[in-house]
């Protein structure tokens, strides 16, 4: 069908089609639609030893990937980039960070070598009017991110920009910056938060096998009221964590890692499906329970 039939049946004159915002016209002709909504997810990526481990937390890492549409690129939010003010990675290929001490050496041979994106910097730039965001190439892709990318895309083709957090802000400063960022995910972006909800590595019993589920009765307790308030969509005493009472307080005792679970929340629609995956705990103290909102596959 050639253009000017098209416009025809749609029953849209050449006189209105030429007065038609630009952006539109192309969305009509070049596939009839915008951009399908992408889904956004929230990683628990607990040991970096998940990035080179067969377990069941990688597994289900792939499986959910499978099923997921094949973005254009990816924004992570990781508990492992903390800043004064907000920046994105804006190298053209960003390098693969260990952040960590005490693994293997195999885990420290590690490279994750996905590109990064001036387009996406330049999308998140726009998209954030809270703050100015600043383009940095100081960092790269932290374990926090590549531990969860790694399992969930190995070819490392897709583009990837870190985005820090803030830690002179409040949790509600990041959930309102997630807001504005929810846009990305019509343009073909996959936002994803890494991190742990439950998160408290001075109460971890070494003693226990990490892939074997273990949990203190506060930890299990506390997980089970976050993941209440999620399905209930009640985001205000997810953001106030600390009025939920002593369990929340040693399940974050410092928010680094509860926070990018504000950031896929904060994107969340009213209309957005919601699932949980690997909702394991592990070392009595921490939690690998992951969410993805939006449609999947």
Not at 64 to 89: D, F, N
Not at 102 to 114: H, I, K
Not at 178 to 202: D, M, P, Q, W, Y
Not at 237 to 249: C, M
Request: glycine fraction near 8%; charge should be negative.
């Amino acid at each position: 069908m050639d253009r000017k039939t098209f416009l025809k049946i749609a029953g849209v004159t050449a006189l209105a089609a030429g007065t038609m915002k630009l952006k539109a016209l192309h969305q009509l002709l070049d596939g009839f639609s915008p951009t399908d909504t992408m889904p956004a997810l929230f990683v628990g990526h607990g040991s970096p030893m998940n990035a080179i481990e067969d377990n069941v937390f990688s597994r289900e890492m792939r499986a959910v990937a499978a099923k997921l549409p094949h973005p254009k690129a990816i924004l992570m939010v990781s508990a492992h980039w903390e800043t004064r003010g907000t920046k994105v990675t804006a190298q053209e290929l960003p390098p693969t960070i260990h952040d960590f001490g005490g693994f293997p050496q195999e885990l420290f041979d590690v490279q994750y070598p996905a590109p990064g994106s001036q387009w996406l910097v330049g999308e998140t730039k726009a998209a954030v009017q809270k703050t100015q965001v600043t383009a940095d190439n100081t960092w790269g892709l932290d374990h926090g991110c590549w531990s969860v990318t790694r399992n969930m895309w190995p070819k490392a083709d897709i583009p990837i920009v870190q985005i820090s957090l803030d830690y002179t802000q409040s949790p509600q400063y990041h959930y309102e910056l997630a807001k504005e960022l929810a846009a990305l995910r019509n343009k073909g972006v996959l936002i994803i938060g890494s991190g742990n909800i439950v998160h408290n590595l001075g109460m971890v019993a070494w003693n226990k096998d990490f892939n074997v589920p273990y949990a203190y009765d506060w930890a299990t307790e506390i997980n089970e009221t976050f993941k209440k308030h999620i399905v209930e969509g009640n985001h205000s005493p997810l953001i106030n964590y600390p009025t939920l009472g002593k369990a929340a307080q040693l399940a974050i005792p410092t928010p680094e890692h509860y926070l990018p679970l504000l950031y896929i929340l904060g994107t969340q629609s009213k209309d957005d499906n919601l699932a949980f995956f690997n909702d394991i705990p592990v070392g009595g103290s921490l939690s690998m329970t992951s969410v993805v909102i939006g449609k999947m596959g």
